[in-house]
């Protein structure tokens, strides 16, 4: 592997993680997540403006967690999992520390609630 490619695959992954930092951005991939959706079927629930709403998509396109397309005067979106699944497995890679790491906080606890009875 070239340290190009690696380089891109991070730079998408902050991509990923950045734009799932926001509550909206969040908000807006639960609900394509049920499916197609138009800007303005994904403003609804939002108090924010088509424009505001729009800001965000731009960042998820970014991304590469939506795809937007023309239908005439309408931009229907639907999410793109693929980064989703990226970040998932940069994420399991930590499952053995964060294991290992609650496992001796248990032992801790358990340890020092030993001593609370005696």
Same mark, same amino acid.
């Given at each position: 592997?070239?340290?190009? $490619?690696?380089? &891109? *695959? /991070?730079? @998408? +992954?902050?991509?990923?993680?950045?734009?799932?930092?926001? #509550? !909206?951005?969040?908000?807006?991939?639960?609900?394509? $997540?049920?499916? /197609?959706?138009?800007? !303005?079927?994904?403003? /609804?629930?939002?108090?924010? !403006? =088509?424009?505001?709403?729009?800001?965000? =998509?731009?960042?998820?396109?970014?991304?590469?967690?939506? &795809?937007? %397309?023309?239908?005439?005067?309408?931009? *229907?979106?639907?999410? /793109?999992?693929?980064?989703?699944?990226?970040?998932?497995?940069?994420?399991?890679?930590?499952? #053995?520390?964060?294991?290992? !790491? +609650?496992?001796?906080?248990?032992?801790? =606890?358990?340890?020092?609630? @030993? %001593?609370?009875? @005696?």
């Amino acid at each position: 592997m070239s340290s190009g $490619s690696a380089r &891109k *695959r /991070e730079e @998408k +992954l902050d991509a990923v993680f950045s734009a799932l930092a926001d #509550p !909206t951005r969040r908000g807006l991939l639960v609900r394509l $997540s049920r499916g /197609e959706a138009s800007v !303005t079927e994904l403003a /609804e629930p939002f108090d924010m !403006t =088509l424009a505001a709403v729009s800001k965000h =998509l731009r960042v998820l396109e970014r991304a590469g967690l939506v &795809k937007r %397309k023309r239908d005439g005067w309408y931009h *229907r979106c639907h999410l /793109e999992a693929r980064p989703l699944a990226d970040a998932s497995a940069f994420l399991e890679r930590w499952r #053995p520390f964060w294991d290992r !790491t +609650l496992a001796e906080l248990a032992r801790h =606890l358990e340890g020092d609630d @030993k %001593k609370e009875k @005696k």
